[in-house]
């Protein structure tokens, strides 16, 4: 007995064609930290936290404003990296919290701003306030810990000219990771001429 007639056949080879031609023209990109130079898997990405009681000027971010009592700057700074342009930084905003086994959520409106004189751009929450739930029965009464984040993520352009800067109420922590585009640009349509 065959398992494959004839219009098996051809219906496999349609599906494998079209598989491989539409993973040819999908986009391909990963999350990765920047390689270190030591070759060794580590965040190159450093990360400074101020409140308005410790905050410290620096040469990069003194032009933007003192944290507020009950605030923290978050501040990250990038490394260099050749050719920056295929590089994205994406941004979480949350708490980490300890939760039963429904699926849980913040909310808080992330607020983009600009520092007066200069352009360069900030972010800021000013409150975090527990949002929706599931309501499941959890026979299971251990809870975990899990990071839990506001609904707005940030994907920034990767920029290492100028530091990332967040004011967050306390307790609250910036997530983020690096993405890097694997796969040169494809076109729809013809050039022009």
Known sequence: MTLFTAANKHFARTLLASSLILSAFSFNASATS?????GLNQNMISAQMYSASDYTATKETKMYPKPEAGQVQH??????LDNEDDYRVEIQIGQTKMVDCNKHGLSGELKQHSVKGWGYNYYQVDTISDGPST?????EQTKTEKFLPIGDDLMLK???RLPKVFYLPENTQVRYR???AESAFNY???AAQ
């Open 34 to 38: 920047p390689a270190h130079p030591s």
């Open 75 to 80: 501040i990250l700074t990038l490394p260099k």
């Open 135 to 139: 309501m499941m029965a959890c026979f």
């Open 158 to 160: 990767y920029d290492s």
């Open 178 to 180: 690096v993405w890097k």
């Open 188 to 190: 729809s349509g013809e």
